[in-house]
């Protein structure tokens, strides 16, 4: 079945400092590919997404490209605020027509501490 | 605007209850869901509706059962819960039942079973 595979965490980071959080996936086919943040005491929200190959998705300084030769999807910013602390999440769904009825599967989540 | 809405927030209660969880979602969206959150965080879908009709049952187990009485509420009733259901319950909704779609996540139940 599919599955994703997030870096152990938790990550700690100083402000300013760069953000890499690694992210592959297994699945048929060409799933789309998320991002989620899920900050403390609140519910996910979606904080990128890409749906086919080579594509890059981006919001608020963050950025992920959908790599299919590597089923990779790494999560990155070029400078961390103490404001991005949170738990993120890697996922994926199938395409639209799709027999998993775009159900996500999601990594086991990173921690992220950033320290002034 | 609450897009996705929840309660309670929090639910604690001794094993054996029956206990109820509901959503609301005023995105006009035909889709919704329930994950659960376990303490390692780890999320897992476990049902999934559209315009009302049950879609995807991800081998949960009988005491837990969803109810969909209109494309905006999706509840979820767990008979004789037990100490292994504490976790955290998301709802979640989508424009459409399709890959690629973003779900909307309300805020989350905690439930405690003692």
């Known amino acids: 079945g599919d599955s994703v595979t997030q870096m152990e965490g938790p990550v700690t980071l100083s402000e300013e400092a760069f953000l890499t959080i690694n992210c592959t996936y297994t699945a048929t086919g060409y799933p789309s590919l998320f991002w989620y943040v899920q900050y403390p005491g609140e519910g996910l929200q979606l904080l990128l997404k890409?749906?086919?190959?080579?594509d890059k998705g981006s919001n608020k300084g963050f950025e992920a490209t959908y790599r299919k030769e590597t089923t990779s999807f790494h999560l990155e910013k070029g400078s961390v605020q103490v404001s991005d602390s949170a738990v993120y999440f890697c996922a994926l769904s199938d395409q639209a027509g799709g027999t998993s009825y775009g159900k996500l599967t999601f990594g086991q989540g990173t921690i992220l501490t950033v320290h002034p | 605007d609450t897009a996705v809405s929840q309660t309670p927030k929090y639910l604690v209660t001794q094993m054996g209850n029956d206990k109820s969880i509901k959503c609301e979602q005023n995105l006009g969206h035909d889709t919704m869901y329930w994950y659960k959150q376990d303490s390692k965080k780890f999320l897992k879908i476990m049902f999934s509706y559209n315009n009302k009709e049950l879609i995807i049952n991800e081998t949960v187990p009988n005491r837990f059962s969803p109810k969909s009485p209109d494309k905006a509420h999706l509840n979820l009733h767990i008979n004789s819960l037990e100490l292994g259901d504490s976790a955290v319950y998301f709802c979640a909704s989508s424009q459409r039942l399709a890959g690629g779609d973003t779900q909307y996540f309300g805020p989350g139940t905690r439930l405690t079973v003692l």
């Open positions: 890409a749906t086919k190959a080579d």
